[in-house]
């Protein structure tokens, strides 16, 4: 089964506007971890955001917020005020407790497109 | 600039080819990682070291081996690869290896003839 399912292949949004990209989980461990990575086309993986299971408060990161509704395994994440440089692939990861290790598992991924 | 460092960029090698990938970072972290992503795919994790020593290695063929010489040096030594294994493979470290974000350097492209 999927663990991490990012149903959205493809999402385009105006430049100044928001957009949210879907992520849902599926994990039976109390803790862990939830991350969101971009990936430009240059290949690097930049980290953005990180929500831990056990975190009250929603996390947010400049203009990344994470809307975690831990009830519907969900963590979506919110970009604000989107700027042409947002353009790139989109992962969520989960590092669930009990490895011990930080064995992230990745999502299928969203292409963002910003446009002027 | 990513402070991961990963060379080569870019590598084109036959099946019979010996080769390696390096990855290098000043951060003092004591994990690091490598991982493979196939084109339009997420990446996918291969292995990890913790504290030099080799902790978790995701049914890697042997044709693959890593090696960690020091805390900052992490190596991929490739032999008699396939042409499936033509990939990005990413190199990522982090503070321990359950704690903190990881952080990825650009990756190497790998095209196998």
């Known amino acids: 089964a999927q663990k991490i399912t990012q149903t959205q292949p493809g999402m385009f949004v105006q430049e100044k506007e928001a957009v949210t990209l879907d992520c849902t989980y599926d994990?039976?461990?109390?803790?862990?971890?939830l991350f969101w990575y971009k990936q430009p086309s240059s290949g690097e993986m930049i980290f953005l955001i990180y929500q831990g299971s056990y975190d009250q408060q929603n996390a947010t990161e400049g203009r990344y917020s994470l809307n975690f509704q831990k009830a519907r395994k969900s963590a979506n994440l919110v970009i604000s005020a989107s700027q042409l440089g947002d353009s790139a692939m989109y992962f969520c990861?989960?590092?669930?407790?009990?490895?011990?290790?930080?064995?992230?598992?990745f999502g299928t991924g969203t292409r963002l497109l910003v446009s002027p | 600039d990513t402070e991961v460092t990963q060379t080569p960029k870019h590598l084109v090698m036959g099946m019979t080819n010996k080769k390696s990938l390096k990855c290098e970072q000043h951060m003092g972290h004591r994990a690091m990682y490598w991982y493979k992503q196939k084109a339009k795919k997420p990446p996918e994790l291969m292995f990890v070291y913790s504290y030099e020593k080799l902790s978790i290695n995701e049914s890697v063929p042997s044709r693959f081996s890593p090696e960690c010489p020091n805390s900052s040096l992490l190596n991929l030594h490739l032999h008699a690869l396939q042409p499936e294994d033509s990939a990005l493979y990413l190199c990522?470290?982090?503070?321990?290896?359950?704690?903190?974000?990881?952080?990825f350097g650009e990756g190497s492209r790998l095209t196998v003839l």
């Open positions: 990861a989960m590092r669930e407790g009990n490895t011990g290790f930080q064995k992230l598992v």
């Open positions: 994990t039976s461990d109390p803790s862990y971890g």
């Open positions: 990522a470290s982090s503070q321990g290896a359950d704690t903190g974000e990881l952080f």
